[in-house]
């Protein structure tokens, strides 16, 4: 999977980001909300745009509210740090 930093408003592959959003915050496939935005679209297409659209604006205040963190520690600094006791890491060799 990759790790793509742009964000979901900009991307080419989403309409807003916002199921995208949705899904990263809970944890699920953002495929399911939109299957479920689809089929509720068919049987009223005003109701699902507006809470589409309302869901779009608390996901916009939740991210500007609520930013992200970033990583601050070094790229290759441990994660944690060792004893002098704790057993060697063995090595094990990449899979090509």
């Keep these: 999977m990759q790790n793509d930093t742009t964000a979901t408003f900009w991307r ?15 944890g699920f496939n953002p495929n399911w909300l939109r299957i479920a935005f689809a089929t509720a679209l068919l049987f009223s297409p005003k109701i699902v745009l507006a809470l ?13 509210l609520f930013p992200a963190r970033r990583r601050t520690e070094a790229a290759g600094a441990p994660a944690s740090p060792r004893a002098d006791n704790d057993p060697a890491l063995e090595e094990l060799s990449l899979a090509a």
């Design 12 to 26: 080419h592959d989403t309409f807003f980001g916002i199921c995208e959003a949705i899904g990263q915050d809970f």
């Design 52 to 64: 589409y659209f309302g869901l779009g604006v608390v996901v916009l205040a939740s991210r500007l």
